[in-house]
């Protein structure tokens, strides 16, 4: 109970939940304006216009972690073990960013303009492939704040610079422009969000000077270029279902479907990458220490996955049939099936995401990018059947199995240190997970909110008593209750 007392809940864990929560501050707000900006998108685009403007923002972030060279890990992991690393590794960083970044984007927008016969699907992804290397500038700069865990300024840019690309779309989609019109605006925006995030970084004392001296970038690129071959597995399992869709089937409509259920998905996919962003420079610290803390972490997180992912994809088989329509419109209807399981795909997505950045926390990147190999493989054989047989419902299965390969192999790799155990982090859970669900399909002919009510409520009470709450973790949880109640009674008396 100590380690994980001492580790998890201790101080190591207070500093990550403090940066990631302006990370996740300023990815939230980011996710609520473009919620806000979906909703606006539907209603004016319909689900063809929705899906092909969806599917450019898949081509072009498909390809962004290659440009992103694996250098923002290890940014985080060095100035994380060192806390006073210089500013030249920052300065060497960049330089090999904008180098990089400059032949990505060149190979995006050739492959795009090449790969497309409509002119206007070329010109979209051509301005794409300008919005991936500000995009990559910008995201860099997030991770530089992380590594020296400065995160709110990532929050103050985001505050900034998000709102003012949706009310330059907005703008434009009520002026009778049309997805070029917003690929512009993203491109610009996320430009001017670089250019802050470099002047952020001189603010922190980082100085930036781009440097034609490159010792040491052969040590750079080994460690790198397997993060970002892993980096890329992970990436074409969240942007490259929506690829493939658009390749294996006709159905133009069908893509505007699967693209709304990719981008509520992806709302519940930042919570554990802003965990593990601002938890990079801990767990390296962790890691170097040898102390098994990262992967108590890795623990928690992935049994919490299944407490949220189940918590909210239950009630959403009885509300998205009125909650899809009322924000998207009717025409969105259809993605109202999907949405359960767009949530419930949080679950292997955040045991990848975390059982990841452990590893290239241990600078062992291998394993990651084996196990996002048979993700990526298993989404591949699986989409063209599953897609060809049952439509969009098949591709959201395909890859939820792709993901769900990704999640079980690292974490079963993991449990191979007798740290953590693939029982208790993976199989319980599921089962506590089916017999929730099996509950729910069994009730949801009586009635839907009965069902919910009670699927919900028997997955808590298994969760607490099976297990899927470890024992020291309820004892800290009622530690804060108890401490919560007596504040309560005393603010009470006082009154």
């Not at 949880?477 to 109640?485: G, I, K, M």
Request: aromatic letters at 12%.
């Amino acid at each position: 109970m100590s380690a994980l007392r001492d580790g998890v809940f201790g101080s190591g864990v207070t500093s990550i939940l403090h940066n990631a929560g302006y990370l996740l501050g300023g990815r939230w707000l980011n996710i609520i304006v473009r919620f806000g900006y979906a909703v606006i998108l539907t209603r004016l685009l319909g689900p063809e216009r929705y899906g092909y403007f969806a599917y450019g923002i898949s081509w072009y972030l498909a390809l962004q972690p290659v440009a992103g060279l694996g250098l923002d890990v290890i940014l985080g992991r060095r100035i994380g073990q060192a806390r006073e690393a210089e500013s030249r590794l920052v300065s060497q960083t960049l330089t090999l960013k904008l180098l990089v970044c400059t032949g990505v984007s060149l190979t995006c927008a050739v492959t795009g303009w090449f790969m497309e016969a409509r002119m206007e699907m070329r010109l979209l992804l051509l301005i794409f492939s300008v919005a991936l290397f500000g995009r990559s500038i910008a995201m860099w700069a997030e991770f530089v704040f992380a590594a020296y865990e400065r995160t709110k300024f990532a929050l103050h840019i985001n505050a900034v610079f998000r709102p003012l690309e949706v009310a330059g779309g907005v703008i434009g989609l009520l002026a009778g422009r049309g997805i070029l019109w917003l690929a512009l605006i993203q491109a610009a925006s996320w430009w001017g969000q670089a250019v802050a995030g470099l002047f952020y970084i001189r603010k922190i004392g980082v100085r930036l000077r781009p440097t034609r001296r490159f010792e040491g970038v052969g040590s750079l690129l080994r460690q790198g270029l397997p993060i970002a071959a892993a980096t890329v597995l992970a990436q074409w399992m969240l942007q490259g279902p929506l690829i493939l869709f658009r390749n294996i089937s006709e159905d133009s409509g069908g893509l505007g479907q699967f693209a709304l259920t990719f981008q509520l998905f992806i709302v519940f996919s930042h919570i554990p990458v802003s965990l593990n962003v601002a938890a990079l420079p801990a767990l390296s610290r962790s890691a170097l220490r040898q102390d098994g803390k990262e992967v108590h972490f890795v623990s928690m997180l992935v049994r919490a996955s299944f407490l949220l992912g189940v918590c909210i994809g239950i009630p959403c088989f009885a509300l998205g049939q009125w909650l899809v329509p009322a924000f998207f419109g009717v025409d969105f209807l259809p993605a109202a099936k999907l949405l359960p399981f767009a949530v419930l795909m949080i679950i292997p997505w955040t045991g990848g995401v975390v059982a990841s950045r452990v590893y290239f926390a241990r600078q062992s990147p291998l394993v990651p990018f084996f196990g996002g190999l048979a993700g990526v493989t298993t989404l591949l054989v699986g989409m063209p059947f599953l897609a060809g047989r049952f439509g969009v419902l098949g591709a959201v299965g395909a890859t939820g199995a792709g993901m769900g390969v990704w999640c079980a192999a690292l974490i079963f790799m993991l449990s191979l240190d007798g740290i953590v155990s693939f029982w208790g982090v993976i199989v319980n859970p599921m089962l506590v997970s089916g017999g929730a669900l099996a509950v729910y399909f069994v009730l949801e002919r009586i009635s839907p909110m009965l069902a919910t009510l009670l699927s919900v409520a028997l997955f808590l009470i298994l969760a607490w008593s099976a297990g899927l709450v470890f024992q020291e973790e309820k004892v800290v949880l009622a530690n804060a209750c108890r401490s919560f109640f007596r504040g309560s009674g005393r603010a009470k008396r006082k009154f």
